[in-house]
């Protein structure tokens, strides 16, 4: 048994001195919130990062989202396509907007929209499709460009997981109308909470910055109904510093993501998904999936692991279609996410997560 | 012509020093946000502070106001009666939450919600009556609830401008179904963005608990429609320090106010609104009112001050019934708003703001 929990994930920190070099600026310039110097240089750093053109930080991954959602003026009542195996954030922002949620099957290895059932899905009232690059598994985005295209479809993507993310070497932020980013401090990158929005189209990155201000185009002009949007600077600063160490967080990850995947490959009814050859991980979560022939079910893995001290997460468990506020919006078959649903596991994973640790969880996983 | 620019505000800031120790902490406890301990205790002490029973933080004053109007269950296409004299949070909340704003006249004296004139706009569509405490001004609670509890409609406070107001000994937190305080930088008391809600039901407060954290009522149970409210420690961290000071600051701003009151008193044509002896002041804002008589209009008198580097702010212009978005939606006679909102000048107001910068302010106001 582990002699402290091991939870399963920490969020990624700079030295504290280095942080506190950042508050010297901030007392400094008396300047906390609202666009200040901390926030435009992250922004433009950012960009380069992602590789993206156009970038907006706001204060978190659910603001973000809903500003994505309003930015693209979809009507009231209209429907959005969207999976039902991501975050309760997702169909949320849709329902803040005014829109329905509609959940549309996922696809048994990316786990990501199936974008081969998306059309039947689509109606007179349908304005757009919102995909999630879960896990950092990238939805099949040339396919969904493409109805988008031919349907006159509005395409959001949340890429709460894919911080970084590139498919063929193009950041993955480059795709549909708008993507989003979480910055959570659960998330690979982090600015303790936060987020952000990405687009090709310079003017709607204009609206998406006057959104998150509350819609206030100069002092004297407010045209649209915004919101608060804004990122602080305390979690600039964040973001400034973890910028700069996030490649080492990585290459961590990586190696315990190599060392997981080596000794768990071998044990039967352990399946570990894949990422395509073309597609760069982002190291957020890794995720297993319990099969059949495993000896026991996801749901008892989870518990025996969690009597040795060692926290798993059945993400996403309940899927959104389960919960009591979207339950009676099924228009589709979700077979496949009723069954993923039931057999994924995310272990432990973070940087500093010793090796002994992750040994020890599979070992607990081997001999159940 | 003042040496260096003099703003309207400037933020409470601890001494670096106080701030940089609350964050060893953090770090040593790696719990960056979701509820932590910073949180937790700021919560405990804020209850005190404002003289309530119930009090939830969020992570900026107008998310605090969407989950306010979102857990009281409005019906959609309802109607909020509301001040268009007030920030564009105000109404764009009532919008967020598929309502619609009805604007109502204000008073001459405190510039609140005109209690006399709502029933009038109260139609089989009205839900609820959310008024602002404007300035630190209450609004007349007493006919509000009156006129609520006969019409059975929900009342929300808007009371970003009344931290630590009372009336009659009792904190303002107290009155309607739900309260809602903003922390932002340019707050008496601040959290950098920041907000909380109260309310005298402990089971909406509850509610609203849940809400802030996506709809999650435990990890397999989500059934509201919930957001991102969440206040990080960072926030927290920042409370907490700033509750040590703010009493202090208050103390400064209400000698400040003393000496422009007394100067600018017997300026014909500058009208300085008063509180009622009730009432204890917040010191959130000093705002003085351009009547007929006086050399200059509003206008003129702002660009007079701005050239010498005096930045006031003309607080609230527009009023929110001009914003493009609500202009094709007044419904009653706005009167005296309109003639107050080309009136009132916020002048520079901070506990640091020396004499000698209020003196010269003065001085030009006097002399223009």
Redesign the interface.
């Known amino acids: 048994m582990a002699n402290t929990n091991i939870y399963i994930t920490?969020?990624l920190?700079p030295k504290?001195e280095d942080?506190?070099k950042e508050?010297?600026d901030i007392?400094a310039s008396?300047w906390?919130?609202?666009f200040g110097e901390k926030h435009n240089i992250l922004e433009n750093k950012l960009k380069d990062v992602l590789k993206v053109e156009n970038l907006s930080l706001i204060?978190?991954?659910?603001?973000a989202l809903?500003i994505a959602l309003k930015v693209l003026d979809l009507p009231?009542g209209s429907e959005v396509i969207t999976t039902p195996f991501t975050?309760?954030?997702t169909p949320?922002c849709i329902?803040?907007n005014?829109c329905k949620p509609v959940f549309c099957d996922i696809e048994p290895e990316t786990m990501t929209i199936n974008a081969d059932k998306i059309e039947s899905l689509i109606t007179p009232k349908t304005s757009a499709i919102l995909g999630v690059h879960v896990y950092g598994f990238p939805c099949d985005v040339e396919k969904i460009d493409k109805i988008a295209k031919k349907r006159k479809l509005k395409v959001i993507y949340d890429a709460a997981h894919a911080f970084s993310t590139e498919i063929n070497g193009k950041g993955i932020g480059n795709f549909g109308d708008i993507t989003m980013f979480s910055f959570?401090?659960t998330k690979l990158f982090?600015t303790?909470?936060g987020g952000c929005l990405t687009c090709k189209d310079k003017t709607l990155k204009e609206k998406i910055n006057i959104l998150r201000d509350?819609?206030?185009q100069s002092e004297?002009?407010?045209?649209?109904?915004?919101?608060?949007g804004?990122m602080?600077?305390?979690?600039a600063a964040?973001g400034l510093e973890n910028l700069k160490i996030f490649r080492e967080e990585q290459q961590k990850r990586k190696e315990l993501k190599e060392f997981y995947s080596q000794k768990l490959s071998d044990i039967k009814g352990i399946r570990i998904p894949k990422l395509s050859d073309n597609v760069s991980d982002s190291y957020q979560y890794y995720p297993i999936v319990i099969e059949d022939d495993f000896s026991v079910s996801r749901d008892e893995l989870h518990e025996k692991l969690k009597s040795k001290n060692i926290y798993t997460r059945?993400y996403f468990?309940?899927a959104c279609h389960d919960?009591?506020?979207y339950k009676n919006e099924i228009y589709s078959d979700l077979k496949v996410v009723n069954d993923i649903k039931h057999r994924v596991l995310c272990l432990p994973f973070y940087g500093n997560l010793d090796i002994a640790a992750a040994n020890e969880i599979c070992e607990v996983i081997a001999n159940v």
């Open positions: 920490k969020p920190l504290i942080y506190k508050l010297e007392w008396m906390l919130t609202n204060n978190n991954g659910t603001t809903l009231i975050f309760a954030a949320h329902t803040w005014g959570h401090a982090n303790i909470e509350f819609g206030i004297e002009v407010i045209e649209d109904i915004g919101i608060n804004k602080n600077e305390f979690q964040m059945k468990y309940p919960y009591e506020c």
